[in-house]
């Protein structure tokens, strides 16, 4: 057990890097191949595709990992019991969209050219919802290569759509070229979901009576999916009336280009290098997930204490390498990678913020695993709150984007507080 453990958790390891790596070359290729502004305005889209994201799913992919990974239901009619559920969210959400798009763009995020771009949110939905299904086979059975590859290539992919197809979109005005970067995601996506489903077992039989739903398994799974789904909801909605908030109150003291410039800077730039680190802990995470559901499941709570505490340890030891690097040296890896020291500030202040971060993801996984997914939506509920309160207060005074970087950290740290606290109390 403790060897399959260690070898899934050097794939993921492995291929966390690989596809942290990809992920940051997609974004310095993108920051050098579009204007800041125009890099401004797509990361102010992503918190609206992260919350569709949310919607279309409902985590039910996730809550059949968990299920199959206890290994005592028909891994085929479980599937077919929660496919009609996903198309018909998928259907609402694509529904809403197209209805609402336009009021989205102008009223709450005051950018009309990103009106095309949110409509072509609705064209990527059904192939993520797809993707992430076939991923949820291999994450249950700990089949981690097949996981890994699709995750890589599907981000070489959209690298290599930026590198080769973006520069020549010059003709192209922002709005479209925005459009491209959203549809874009289909292609990766396809790519992906076919090397999943070529590694498939060719044994599986599918009977006529495992495409009969059981009200059951729809039961269990929703049961799962749902508190979970509310958890990350309430973090996307945070996450998605985060810039809404933000260039409300700030249009008050600052230009809307200058928001949008710094926008920019800081997702594009600051986020993605301190949270560069977090794939290790990420790869810790997705991990533990199955051990620890199949040994809570059979009540060996001191193993369950023993890994939660292993995972911490080791995610604090590695993060604290670079958050020292962060604090002492910012404009090393920003000139390295971005041909720039804008950010250096934000760095600075996040940082060690960053490495409590790295410790939240083996706690949030662990309390899933253990089934605690209505405490991850207390705790979700509190610190986003609070984030969103923080924000609204500070971002009325003249200290720019110091407000988010306080409102993020009230977040991260009330994250943490309250998800040992729920741990300690469960074992």
């Excluded at 209805?99 to 095309?116: A, Q, Y």
């Excluded at 700030?250 to 600051?270: A, C, D, H, M, P």
């Amino acid at each position: 057990m403790k060897e399959k453990l260690f070898k899934t958790t050097i794939i993921l390891l492995i291929g966390g890097l690989l596809t942290k790596l990809l992920g940051m070359l997609i974004k310095i290729s993108l920051a050098r191949t579009i204007s800041p502004k125009a890099l401004g305005l797509y990361m102010m889209i992503l918190p609206t595709f992260n919350l569709v994201i949310q919607l279309s799913q409902l985590s039910l992919p996730l809550a059949i990992s968990k299920i199959v990974s206890e290994g005592d239901k028909n891994s085929k009619k479980l599937y077919f019991s929660v496919i009609p559920i996903l198309i018909i969210t998928n259907i609402l959400v694509i529904g809403i969209i197209l209805i609402f798009g336009r009021l989205i763009s102008i009223n709450l995020l005051h950018e009309e050219k990103l009106i095309p771009a949110i409509y072509s949110l609705s064209a990527v939905i059904p192939f993520i919802t797809i993707s992430s299904i076939c991923r949820s086979y291999f994450f249950a059975k700990q089949k981690m290569i097949p996981h890994v590859t699709s995750n890589i290539i599907e981000n070489i992919v959209r690298l290599l759509l930026i590198l080769l197809i973006l520069p020549k979109l010059d003709f192209l005005s922002l709005k479209y070229k925005l459009v491209f970067l959203i549809l874009s995601n289909i292609i990766s996506e396809l790519i992906s979901t076919i090397i999943l489903l070529i590694n498939l077992p060719k044994n599986i039989t599918i009977k006529k009576e495992d495409l009969i739903p059981n009200k059951n398994y729809i039961k269990e799974s929703l049961s799962l999916s749902i508190p979970n789904t509310t958890d990350r909801l309430v973090g996307s909605i945070a996450y998605f009336l985060e810039p809404i908030i933000l260039t409300k109150h700030l249009l008050k003291n600052y230009s809307k280009s200058w928001i949008t410039q710094e926008y920019g800077i800081f997702t594009g730039f600051v986020m993605p290098l301190l949270l560069l680190p977090s794939f290790f802990t990420i790869a810790i995470s997705n991990a533990l997930l199955p051990e620890i559901s199949k040994d809570y499941y059979n009540k060996l709570y001191k193993t369950v204490k023993r890994k939660i505490k292993t995972s911490v340890l080791i995610s604090f030891l590695i993060g604290l390498i670079p958050t020292l690097f962060f604090i002492i040296k910012p404009t090393i890896p920003l000139k390295l990678l971005y041909k720039t020291t804008k950010g250096t500030n934000y760095i600075r202040l996040l940082a060690p913020i960053c490495l409590i971060e790295y410790l939240n993801s083996p706690i949030s996984s662990s309390l899933i695993a253990m089934g605690k997914s209505k405490e991850c939506l207390k705790i979700s509920i509190i610190s986003s709150t609070l984030r969103l309160i923080t924000l609204s207060i500070l971002s009325n005074f003249k200290i720019g984007f110091i407000s988010l970087i306080l409102s993020i950290s009230i977040d991260v740290i009330t994250d943490f507080i309250l998800g040992i606290k729920e741990i300690n109390k469960h074992l």
